[in-house]
């Protein structure tokens, strides 16, 4: 078998007994690939770009006014620098939102409550909402397939995830060579996604 000689790119729309085997080995050896094939409406994806760029371009006070110092469930606007990693301030302005799920109540660690969502622009919310709902479907099919790589029933899994706890940052980076847009780090979670990988090269918006 040939080694990866870049990010995997894998087809989610092809036959799910490859599709999981070629999902577990770029798992096993690579820890990450790219999807193709995965039925997302690119509508959806430029849409969620475009809400997060208008935010970020509003007034400083504006943006402020749903800052995460607000709440005490991590979530909201954090301005640039506010965010520190590896304790150094971050080069990015973000906005955190979570599941309002009732579960993570339990399960998260402090993180249950609700999000801040601005008044404008006033198609956030509905989009970002309507991404999770995309996500959670590729998580399914994800996972569905990785079960069936490993021989066990494609729905081995959904008891864990039925209702999952997401997170999803909309972050825009400074233009800047000199300091990290984010320090290095790891993720938690099943999966993390980004709509535009090329945003890890420029300045640009990041989900």
């Known amino acids: 078998m040939r080694a990866f000689r870049g990010v995997p790119l894998i087809d989610l729309s092809g036959d799910p007994l490859l599709v999981g085997k070629a999902l577990r080995r770029a798992c096993t050896e690579v820890g990450f690939f790219q999807l193709i ?86 198609g956030l919310q509905p989009t970002v909402e309507a991404y999770v709902h995309e996500m959670s479907r590729v998580g399914t099919t994800i996972m569905q397939a990785l079960a069936g790589s490993l021989e066990l029933p494609r729905d081995h899994f959904q008891p864990f995830y039925n209702d999952p706890f997401w997170c999803v940052r909309l972050i825009r980076y400074e233009p800047s060579n000199h300091h990290l847009g984010v320090g290095t780090h790891t993720d938690y979670g099943e999966e993390s996604n980004d709509p535009n990988p090329s945003s890890h090269r420029s300045s640009t918006h990041r989900i």
């Open 37 to 122: 094939g995965h039925n997302v409406p690119t509508a959806l994806t430029n849409g969620i770009l475009r809400e997060a760029s208008d935010f970020f371009a509003r007034p400083q006070a504006e943006k402020e006014q749903i800052s995460i110092r607000n709440s005490s469930t991590y979530r909201g606007y954090q301005r640039v620098h506010e965010n520190v990693t590896g304790n150094k301030p971050d080069s990015h302005e973000a906005i955190d939102l979570y599941s309002e799920s009732p579960l993570a109540h339990r399960a998260s660690g402090g993180h249950f409550g609700r999000n801040q969502w601005p008044l404008h622009p006033a």
